[in-house]
């Protein structure tokens, strides 16, 4: 069977982009380069903010994320990942509008919850206000209760921490990001979470599961780990 062709849907962020490519090769079992997978990928940081479009503070990004979509589509991509979280919220959307699947990081993450750790009931959210305020992952998540963290924590230490002058979209990768994370985290522990969804590729690119004492789940990996399945037909 032929080795399909994946594409990436990227630019949001830029980072998020470089690191689920990084973790397609990291993932691909190969002896010679031309064993690896053909990757096509568009990183277009112009689509407009996602998280601004959904709380009704900016314009919508579909018809750049359509545009940009249809390049690599035509580029000879056989399916497509959005490594951005918040994205998701446009892809039935952006579906209508391509002839090539997309796969779903968040219906995958829910896949992986049940079959890696299938007792796990209450999982603790870290993600935009965009995606907490759609319900995305509350949707995908079946049968699980999704805890999120208070407004204030929200804000000032998730939101803060991705978009904020010194945040991780501005560059900043620093140990004072990784405890603000470690504190919402302990917070949600508190509330008796099992798990932590890494909801924002963001959170996933400082946090890792060394830093937390309950499991961290990353839907960036889960997607890239998919998308090498489906390429290599295995």
Do not use: W
């Amino acid at each position: 069977m032929r080795e399909k062709t994946i594409g990436i849907l990227g630019g949001m962020g830029p980072e998020a982009t470089s690191d689920v490519f990084r973790r397609i090769i990291r993932f691909t079992k190969v002896k010679t380069d031309s064993e690896h997978i053909r990757v096509i990928i568009d990183s277009n940081p112009k689509i407009p903010d996602r998280t601004r479009a959904i709380l009704g503070n900016g314009i919508s990004p579909i018809d750049e994320m359509v545009a940009t979509a249809r390049k690599i589509q035509t580029a000879g991509a056989d399916f497509l990942i959005i490594p951005c979280m918040t994205a998701h919220y446009f892809v039935e959307e952006l579906e209508k509008s391509i002839d090539i699947p997309i796969i779903n990081a968040l219906k995958e993450t829910n896949k992986y919850i049940d079959s890696q750790y299938p007792s796990m009931k209450k999982i603790g959210l870290l993600a935009t206000t965009g995606t907490i305020t759609t319900g995305l992952f509350q949707k995908a998540l079946k049968n699980k209760i999704v805890i999120i963290p208070e407004k204030k924590e929200q804000e000032n230490l998730v939101m803060d921490t991705i978009y904020g002058i010194n945040g991780i979209k501005a560059g900043n990768t620093s140990v004072e990001v990784v405890e603000k994370f470690i504190k919402v985290v302990e917070k949600l522990q508190e509330e008796g979470v099992e798990g932590i969804i890494a909801g924002c590729t963001e959170v996933g690119l400082v946090l890792s599961s060394k830093d937390i004492d309950i499991p961290l789940i990353d839907p960036l990996t889960v997607l890239a780990k998919t998308a090498v399945v489906l390429a290599k037909n295995l």
